[in-house]
């Protein structure tokens, strides 16, 4: 459907390849294409581009090579950190921390281990989405093993204290003598890449990162797992990845994950005062153009390339259609566009009612955004919205 | 492949022609929709002719997505000038086969239409027993 504008807004849903990201990567197609196990040349040649791969991503977040492995996806390696750590540590304790403001893959996750008898806590969030780290504190017990918080939200962008929380899951676990410490995970398929993430000065047992959400290709993610956690494989075969993820490596996939790492560790900070700028343009002028508009997540506490609404009287899957049909990408949280028809539960977390929830829109931005774009957004919008309320009688 | 709602669909959404509010109307509907949250508003202007009341006039308020705007307006078109029997009789099945294709997903989006439209003429009832 070729439209003569096409503004990308939904960065956050999945980003482009970065056509340097799609170079490096076409050699170990057809080329380059051994099974990293093997011991011949072609295998061998593979297999150093993944154990060059994994020094490239363990570098951005200040970690060793060997304590990253590589997935499919940020939701494998969410999946595999709540169900590992839950089967290797059950012994310990059945207790699991998380926020109510996960990504789907690990409230589902954390849904299933209650079916197989894990106990799950959901921790407070504020109306911007932030957990307090007293909360965390209150919430551990003797019997928790893990807790697992998101970076930064993908619905809202608001970045958690992650520091701090670090801090006192370290000093409860000191508290109650607990040998190895409760594990600290974070999902930061949002933020890696985005803004600078050490696991070191964090306190940080397992983080997952996604290439997909950092101009890489589809298809690869990565899990870090310091040194010396005790986690559980859950896809057993070959013993790939250092046994905790059995499958044929998926080179290309990898080497697009660690080009696409390269590069944004290149133009990370100017590409955040880049993205900052517009985001805060597009945030004042959403604000101040459109009556009954509100910001959802933190003013400064969030990604530089995430900004979300909610508008009064309106329902958000029509101003993501309208959009489109004017050549604007963007999503809602609506229960319209959902699959279960129902609100984002980040939305109703962070104290929404539902028919505000209704009304959401975010707009994520990226390397391609431009001024213009986000002038383009300011000019049509304000029209889109007084429409629909025309149409809704802003019941 | 499909695309995700038919031009239809976009048309009577980007341009409804049936929105709007009737000042003094004989009967005004209003239901939500227990699923996803959409609300609609149904106004009528009824005209007797004899034994026959007729719908002269309607007009609709909601607030819900492309689909639940859609079979608003197309729920308009579909009823005005017939009789309220006649008007009875039209199901969310009609509005749905009138539009041509709604996702499945949207399918329960029709309902609010027809729904709307039963409660407003269901007003219209109770108003003339008064």
Known sequence: MPKTKRIYLDY??????????????????????????????FGQEAKEALEESREVVADLMNAKPNEII??????????????????????????????PIEHPCVKESAEWLKTQGFEITKLPVDKYGLINPDDVKKAIRKETILVSIIHASNEIGTIQPIEEIGKVIKRKSEIFNLKPKIYFHTDAAQSFGKIPID???TNIDLLTASSQKMYGPKGAGCLFIKEGIEIKPILHGGGHESGLRSSTVNVPAIVGFSEAVKICKKVMKKESQRLTKLRNKLIKGVLSKIPDSHLNGHPIKRLPNNANFWFAGIEGESIVIQLDLLGIAASTGSACSSAKLEPSHVLLAIGLKHQEAHGSLRLSLGRWTTEKDINYVLKILPKIIKKLREISGAQ | MKPYYSKKVINHFSNPKNFGEIKKADAVGKV??????????LYLKIEKK???????????????CAAAIATSDIV????KGKTLKEALKISSKDVVKELGYLPPLKIHCSLLAEQGLKAAIEDYKKRKKK
């Open chain 1, 12 to 41: 956050a849903a999945t980003t482009p390849v970065d056509p340097r990201v799609l170079k490096a990567m076409l050699p170990y197609f057809s080329e380059k294409f051994g099974n990293t196990m093997s011991l011949h040349g």
């Open chain 1, 70 to 99: 590589f997935t499919s996806s940020a939701t494998e390696s969410n999946n595999l950190t709540l169900k590992g750590v839950a089967l290797a540590n059950q012994k310990k304790g059945r207790h699991i921390i998380i926020s």
């Open chain 1, 199 to 201: 696991v070191n000065k």
């Open chain 2, 32 to 41: 939500g929709n227990p699923r996803c949250g959409d609300i609609m508003k």
């Open chain 2, 50 to 64: 004899g034994k026959k009341e007729i719908i002269k006039d309607i007009k609709f308020y909601t607030l819900g």
């Open chain 2, 76 to 79: 308009c078109d579909l009823v």
